[in-house]
């Protein structure tokens, strides 16, 4: 439990270093190996990893020192079966042209589906997705979603790569 008022940071000595606020609703930890606090001149003072789980909210500006990298999965659709998609970057492997639907999404879900086989993957328009009429994903199509409410809604295709 983090009192946020009263939410310290001190060095190897027990010096505080940085003070401030910390909201942690669903815990926070840390391992003294990546995880840096600087001070007010830019010099890091701790050092580990920070590991946050459930759902963050970064206000204000947040920058990156690297390009965040997106997680991704393969999934093997089989003929008739829903896609059930859990990652942003999905790379569809079937073993034969398949016709599919899409299971239920979480609203704010986004992704990326890449087909890297010469089977097509036909999404029918029904169900847990809209689209412009069923989308064939061909060998390197893409196929952009997004998810409102419970469907996913198609953003673009990318055909003929």
């Known amino acids: 439990t983090a009192d ?48 946050v789980t459930g759902t963050t909210a970064l206000v204000g500006a947040t920058t990156f ?3 965040p990298i997106l997680p991704g999965e393969s999934i093997t659709p089989t003929d ?3 896609i059930t998609i859990s990652k942003n970057l999905v790379t569809l492997t079937p073993a034969g042209a398949v016709g599919n639907s899409l299971a239920a999404c979480t609203t ?16 029918t328009d029904t169900g847990n997705f809209v ?6 994903v061909g060998q ?14 198609q953003l673009g ?3 003929n790569n």
């Open 4 to 51: 946020t008022n009263k939410f310290t940071v001190a060095d190897a000595t027990g010096n505080t270093v940085i003070a401030g606020s910390l909201a942690a609703n669903g815990g926070i930890t840390a391992d003294t190996t990546a995880f840096s606090v600087a001070d007010t001149s830019g010099n890091t003072v701790v050092g580990g990893t920070l590991t």
């Open 80 to 82: 008739g079966a829903a």
């Open 131 to 136: 689209g412009a009429g069923n989308a064939t």
């Open 108 to 123: 704010g879900n986004w992704a990326m589906l890449y087909n890297n086989t010469a089977n097509n993957v036909v999404i």
């Open 157 to 159: 295709t990318v055909p």
């Open 65 to 67: 020192t690297a390009n």
């Open 140 to 153: 390197d199509d893409t196929l952009t979603l997004v998810c409102i409410g419970t469907k996913w809604i």
